[in-house]
Nanobody, 121 residues
Framework: QVQLVESGGGLVQAGGSLRLSCTAS????????MTWFRQAPGKEREFVAT????????YYTDSVKGRFTISRENAKNTVYLQMNSLTPEDTAVYYC??????????????WGQGTQVTVSS
């Protein structure tokens, strides 16, 4: 089992920044690719970004490329999502997930509980 706990969400004005963190406990963190998903009200959960177990490879959905950066510190069992130039369209609950490399939620083995990000215009 892997337990994932997100933090860092909140309310920010458009154009601002937030950094989300997700800390893992349980099984070996470095065994897993780590992924951020988000779910806006009334919409399906969507892929945001993923980072390989080593931290070398990353992949982003087109809408966040150039604005968001995913990274990880295996020594701290933590993955981060730095979010810059936020827009109201980024408002969602953000979920941390662990599993094999890939962008599909069907691959996820473990989910965090989510953290709310609200961007005001």
């Amino acid at each position: 089992q892997v337990q994932l706990v997100e933090s860092g969400g909140g309310l920010v004005q458009a154009g601002g920044s937030l950094r989300l963190s997700c800390t893992a406990s349980g099984r070996t963190f470095s065994n897993y690719a780590m992924t951020w998903f988000r779910q806006a009200p009334g919409k399906e959960r969507e892929f945001v970004a993923t980072v390989s177990w080593s931290g070398i490879s990353t992949y982003y959905t087109d809408s966040v490329k150039g604005r968001f950066t995913i990274s990880r510190e295996n020594a701290k069992n933590t993955v981060y999502l730095q979010m810059n130039s936020l827009t109201p369209e980024d408002t969602a609950v953000y979920y941390c997930a662990a599993g094999p490399w890939g962008s599909s939620s069907s691959l996820v083995e473990y989910w965090g509980q989510g953290t709310q990000v609200t961007v005001s215009s």
